[in-house]
């Protein structure tokens, strides 16, 4: 027996079906879901999100979802902070918190209660950084980054400046590498009573779902989503903006290539970002994982739910 908090985490990369089998064991082991979503906070944004529909929560409780607007900024400290007190309130309510999304990230600061020290006394450094980046392309300050902190750089897109710059600037402050601190503090216990999951799939038909998911959001209107969040004021430069799908379609309005072109590249960069997201889960702790190749949902969830009884996660 154990004191410590249960936590469900069901995980896995875009487009693997995380979505329906997260509905159907909250249903089961009766959970309210949390999303570990870096995007699906954003109101406005539903089609490029691939955010649930209302009717497909199948009266399940979601949480994290539509919280924030689209000019707001959202990162890995107000995720922890908003999770942490909806955990507890789920408990509270005689349910289990479960986890599910694709940020991995977001999913690790949680669960090993990781800390943010916030280095905010050189903002001069912080500037100097941002004005190279727009003067010599993200490309060139993500450079900067593989020279000073390769581990960090394999983890992080090229066109995430703010993390490369909080990277950058943490180095620069403190005379550590970055990817050192994160190693340390995913060493430090959980705080919960946990058991933590990853779906995957053969890659062909892991990125066939991810180009089906792509033609779909075409078809559903992203381009008009795109138009709308534009007119409503949000611009290229916000996080929100920063995300697949919305980046590739404001470059195709912007007149720097073609819609075809637009939706190849949002297919090639979903496929690389799938590949990053596997690679990441490959390096967590105490996963258990299960190939949708060569196990039936029902097998997945029959299993799922004796491995949670096996932990006493309740």
């Known amino acids: 027996m154990t004191n410590k908090k249960p936590l469900i985490i069901l995980t896995g990369p875009t487009a693997v079906g995380k979505t329906a089998l997260s509905i159907r064991l909250a249903k089961t ?3 309210e879901i949390i999303s570990a979503d870096s995007m699906q906070v954003y109101k406005k944004m539903n ?5 649930i529909k209302s009717e497909e929560m199948d009266g399940v409780t979601h949480h994290m979802i539509d919280i924030l607007d689209p000019k707001e900024e959202f990162n890995v400290v107000m995720f922890k902070q908003i999770a942490k007190q909806l955990i507890d309130e789920i408990i509270e309510r005689g349910h289990i918190p479960l986890i599910t999304g694709g940020t991995g990230f977001y999913i690790q600061a949680l669960l090993r209660d990781i800390e943010f020290t916030e280095h905010t006394g050189d903002t001069l450094y912080r500037e100097q950084l941002t004005d190279y980046a727009l ?3 993200n490309e060139a300050l993500y450079k900067k980054l593989e020279i000073t ?9 090229s066109n995430n400046i703010k993390r490369i710059i909080r990277a950058l600037e943490y180095h620069h402050q403190t005379g550590e590498l970055f990817s050192i601190h994160n190693k340390r503090e995913a060493a430090r216990k959980s705080p919960y009573n946990y058991a933590y999951f990853v779906l995957t799939n053969e890659r062909d038909t892991l990125y066939s779902n991810i180009d089906k998911r792509v033609d779909i959001m075409i078809k559903e209107g992203l381009v008009e989503e795109v138009k709308d969040l534009i007119d409503y004021g949000c611009t290229k430069d916000m996080i929100s903006m920063q995300g697949l799908g919305y980046k590739e379609i404001i ?3 912007e007149g720097e290539y073609s819609l075809d072109d637009a939706i190849e590249i949002l297919k090639k960069e979903t496929r690389h970002f799938a590949k990053r997201q596997l690679t990441w889960f490959k390096r967590e702790k ?6 949708k190749s060569l196990l039936t949902e029902e097998t997945i969830i029959n299993n799922i ?8 996660i309740k």
């Open 29 to 31: 082991i009766n959970a």
């Open 47 to 51: 089609i490029g999100t691939a955010k």
């Open 135 to 137: 003067k010599h392309g």
């Open 149 to 157: 902190d390769p581990d960090y750089a394999a983890q992080v897109h």
């Open 251 to 253: 470059r195709y309005l």
């Open 286 to 291: 105490d996963t258990i994982w299960y190939d």
């Open 305 to 312: 739910i004796d491995k949670i009884k096996e932990l006493e």
